[in-house]
């Protein structure tokens, strides 16, 4: 998820955790939690931008790792306060624990996927229930962390508070949970009646909503891709035919040094195997397929927001994100609404 909603989400269980011994301490050092598992942010300034998305949400979304982590943050702020405040080594051992933990397993609902049993298992687990950006999850949130910092950390209807926000986003996420079923329902009743052979598919809501929902449907050759709404009349998808050209790749991947080829093929299981190649003037697009166009509203002839360079330059092959235009303008905007509202 976003920034601000791990921070407020870390915040809101600081305080339900600690609030009442420490006041604003506790949304404080939950918000500083809630926001530590994406400091592997920083491995950017040392390697480069494909290695770094190959390495987000790895060892620092671990749950084993932030459990091992949670006592040794807790100790240090208990240092900090044992002279100021009631609250123990077990007490600040708690709130990091919660604040880090909530992090990845929110994360897991989203598509980039989350190595949540690193060490013991290298699989990304991405449940894709929400968008990484859900203003209808963040909201409850926001307004009780703003909200308990007003009150007395002796105000019984300051915990209250917080609970009854927590409550409402966890809720709502479980809604999500629902809706997912529901829209696998709608996909495989679709494929169906089209007579559509496939391997496999996944469902993600699009932008900054629970309506609206894509769905990349893997065949033999190629993907199948649409969108289905809650709102829609029918049940009916409308899928659009994407070649995978899997035969660009291969020369590429013949001709490549070692690590590169082990970086080509961590992109390749990165993606769930959701990836499609496109000729460009110079090499190739490895395009992710899972997180979709964000301009030229389902024109797949546009850039994805996950795509890859594979070039030769001069006796070798390298790998760099590619260079695409992902600034939505305002027309894109009016037709993602239109779409979101129904066919």
């Known amino acids: 998820m ?3 909603t791990q921070a407020v989400l870390g915040a809101t269980v600081g305080e339900v955790v600690l609030g009442k011994k420490v006041g604003n301490k506790a949304p404080l050092w939950g918000a500083v939690a809630g926001t530590i598992p994406d400091l592997d942010v920083v491995l950017n300034f040392f390697v480069g931008e494909v290695q770094s998305t190959l390495w987000h949400r790895t060892f620092s979304h671990s749950l084993f790792v932030l459990t091992v982590a949670a006592p040794l943050l807790g100790y240090l702020v208990y240092q900090l306060y044992r002279r100021k ?14 604040g880090l933990i909530t992090h990845p397993l929110l994360d897991g609902c989203t598509n980039y996927g989350t190595m949540l ?3 013991f ?3 990304r687990i991405a449940w894709r229930t929400i968008f990484i950006i859900d203003p209808l999850f963040t909201l409850p949130l926001l307004i009780v962390t703003i909200t308990v910092l007003f009150m007395s950390k002796k105000s019984l209807r300051r915990r209250r508070t917080a609970i009854v926000g927590l409550s409402i986003s966890s809720v709502y996420l479980l809604i999500t949970f629902a809706v997912k079923a529901h829209v696998s329902n709608v996909v495989t009743a679709s494929l169906r009646e089209q007579n559509i052979t496939y391997k496999k ?3 993600s809501p699009a932008f900054f909503n629970n309506i609206l929902w894509s769905t990349v449907v893997k065949s033999e050759a190629g993907y199948h891709v649409g969108y289905y709404s809650l709102l829609d009349n029918d049940r ?3 899928f659009k035919y994407l070649p995978q050209n899997e035969a660009l790749l291969r020369p590429y991947l013949e001709a490549a040094s070692p690590d590169k080829q082990q970086m080509i093929r961590d992109l390749m299981v990165f993606s769930e195997r ?3 190649m496109k000729k460009v003037e110079q090499g190739i697009h490895l395009n992710d397929l899972r997180f979709g166009i964000m301009t030229g509203w389902f024109d797949l002839s546009k850039d994805f927001i996950f795509s890859f360079h594979i070039f030769n330059q001069g006796e070798t092959v390298r790998v760099d994100r590619a260079a695409s235009e992902v600034q939505p303008s305002q027309n894109d ?8 509202l129904g066919n």
Do not use: G, K, Q, V
Request: net charge negative; proline share 2%.
């Open 2 to 4: 976003d920034s601000l």
């Open 236 to 238: 009916h998808i409308e």
């Open 117 to 119: 049993l690193y060490p």
């Open 201 to 203: 598919f996944m469902t």
């Open 85 to 98: 405040s009631s609250a123990t080594f077990s007490d600040w051992t708690m709130l990091f624990f919660w």
């Open 274 to 276: 959701f990836y499609a």
């Open 333 to 340: 905007f009016d037709r993602l609404l239109n779409r979101t």
């Open 121 to 123: 298992s290298m699989e």
